[in-house]
């Protein structure tokens, strides 16, 4: 059906309408006059006057210019509703950030809001240095929980059939890093239900990290550097410090250039000072705090 005034049919009259309107109130906030947006685009005021009053019929060149001109995205201008003012808020912080914070601030918002929350629950993975916890708590957490415990390292060494010292001297980093990949990716697809203790140096690899995230509960295992070490040189193993003069340094400046990748994690629970059993019952209840945050989601699934 058309409208009696313009002779077009109702729906391109009322999308040029909310157009119009769309246009006049971002050249409003912009505090921009017909004239000035006129210079600024290089469209007559005659011209933006029509558009403004839904008359125009404006070609989509023309109206990236005038969206140039407001300084405001095209798609602001063309969406057929009105854009929610925290909707806005929130692009326009995106749009500010660099890439690689753009990229890590949409992967939180999926990680915490996504439609995968409910599976992330499910899975937990430990991350932090060694010496942390991860295999001894992580093996305790999953006995509790009756769900599978998997170390990845352990995992990598069966998937390549050598000792990760042999595959490091044998095959290099980048075949490591790529058989964490996949067998990380292997393990959360397969698995809907388990607890994953992950190698110290995993949260290096960008891509391979936020894998982790987007798939698994993550909980940061930290400690102080000397329980760390304590801990290090009761499992008779130094790696990668073996043989050097200042351990405790070297150590303290591994933690510091991971400590940002770490506090990522979902949660963080610390074990400096507290024994097997005192870091367990946290690691539960951390767990068990973001299981119970899932429950009216799985209800109403």
């Known amino acids: 059906m058309a409208s009696a005034a313009s002779g077009k ?6 999308f040029l ?27 007559s005021e005659r011209y933006l006057a029509q558009l403004e009053s839904g008359d125009g019929n404006i070609s989509i060149l023309l109206i990236r210019r005038v969206a140039e001109a407001l300084g ?3 798609e602001q201008l063309l969406a057929d509703r009105s854009v929610d003012p925290e909707i806005a808020a929130a692009v326009e912080l995106l749009r500010g950030l660099r890439p690689e914070q753009r990229h890590e601030a949409v992967a939180l918002l999926q990680q915490r809001f996504g439609e995968t929350s409910r599976e992330r629950a499910r899975r937990i993975a430990l991350v932090g240095l060694r010496g942390a916890g991860k295999s001894t708590l992580g093996a305790q957490l ?11 390292d352990q995992q990598i060494e069966r998937e390549l059939g050598a000792s ?7 095959y290099g980093q980048d075949t490591f890093r790529e058989a964490e990949a996949r067998v990380l990716d292997r393990l959360t697809r397969t698995h809907r239900r388990c607890v994953i203790a992950t ?34 040189i009761a499992q008779g193993d130094l790696r990668p410090i073996r043989g050097r003069e200042h351990a405790m340094s070297e150590l303290r400046a591994i933690l510091k250039q991971r400590e940002r990748l770490y506090a990522l994690a979902d949660a963080t629970v610390d074990t400096s000072g507290a024994d097997e059993a005192q ?11 973001a299981a119970s945050s899932q429950l009216p989601q799985e209800r109403a699934s």
């Open 164 to 170: 990760l010292g042999s595959i490091f001297s044998m």
């Open 72 to 74: 405001c995205p095209l």
């Open 279 to 289: 870091s367990l019952e946290r690691l539960l209840e951390v767990v068990g705090e």
């Open 17 to 43: 309408e909310a157009l119009g309107r769309r246009v006049r109130e971002r050249r409003d906030e912009a505090h921009l006059t017909r004239k000035r947006l006129a210079e600024l685009s290089g469209l």
């Open 142 to 152: 999953a006995a509790r929980l009756r769900a599978p415990f998997y170390e990845l």
């Open 9 to 14: 049919p109702e729906d391109e009259h009322a």
């Open 199 to 232: 190698g110290g140096s995993l949260v290096l690899e960008p891509r391979t990290y936020e894998l982790l995230r987007e798939r698994c509960f993550t909980v940061w295992l930290r400690a102080s550097p000397e329980d760390h070490m304590d801990r290090v």
